[in-house]
């Protein structure tokens, strides 16, 4: 998945954030155009940001888990609004960071300024590849880049991808289009796969 690792972290027991909101599963955190005043730290639990097309069909933006944060890149920008809404994907427990308390933090502590700075450098890299997985010319271009992009990040020959339905949702492409794709570069022999493990043959696409 293209995601941010977790590159800075707050004491769950801070007195800067606030005291645990628990919320079900399904329950919509943030609606996408909402204006961010603060950040979440998720506790526990999982969060998606979905947006809807003007046709209705789903984009899975981001998916968050426990110990990251959201809001972190808008809380200081000109256009602070979330572009999908937050989603609670299971039973979550969040923690907020007031702006006013999180410019106390970024004064007061140079190793958390530091790696809040480093967090948002980080934040804005995986924005600019994303950009460019969408701008591929094809599906099998887009697939291409992820796995390349992918098996830098997991160091290793194989890319594992939780499923083909979360790797659609990812690309917002219908899974049986991705489904063919991917079948297609297999009888090419471009990409090699075992299970839900996949690894790109670049020998194979000069031939």
């Known amino acids: 998945m293209l995601r941010s ?9 801070s007195p800067y954030l606030s005291y645990p909101c628990v919320y079900p599963a399904n329950y919509i955190l943030k609606s996408e155009g909402e204006k961010c005043n603060e950040i979440g730290l998720i506790l526990r639990g999982e969060i998606d940001m979905i947006h809807y097309t003007e046709s209705g069909t789903m984009t899975k933006l981001a998916s968050l888990k426990a110990g ?7 809380i200081f920008s000109d256009m602070p609004f979330y572009i999908g809404h937050l ?82 949702m990812e690309l917002n492409v219908a899974r049986p289009s991705l489904s063919r794709s991917i079948s297609h570069l297999e009888k090419r022999g471009i990409i090699k796969r075992t299970g839900n493990a996949f690894k790109v043959d670049h020998t194979c696409l000069f031939k």
Request: proline content about 3%.
């Open 5 to 13: 690792d977790r590159m800075f972290s707050i004491d769950p027991n």
């Open 87 to 168: 989603i609670a994907s299971t039973d979550v427990e969040i923690a907020y960071l007031s702006k006013e308390n999180l410019e106390t933090l970024i004064d007061r502590d140079k190793t958390f300024r530091n790696a809040f700075i480093e967090n948002i450098a980080h934040k804005a890299s995986l924005f600019n590849i994303r950009n460019k997985l969408f701008q591929q010319p094809t599906l099998e271009d887009k697939i291409l880049f992820y796995l390349d992009h992918e098996a830098l990040k997991q160091e290793g020959e194989f890319v594992e991808i939780p499923s083909i339905k979360e790797w659609a």
């Open 68 to 74: 990251d944060f959201f809001g972190d890149v808008l």
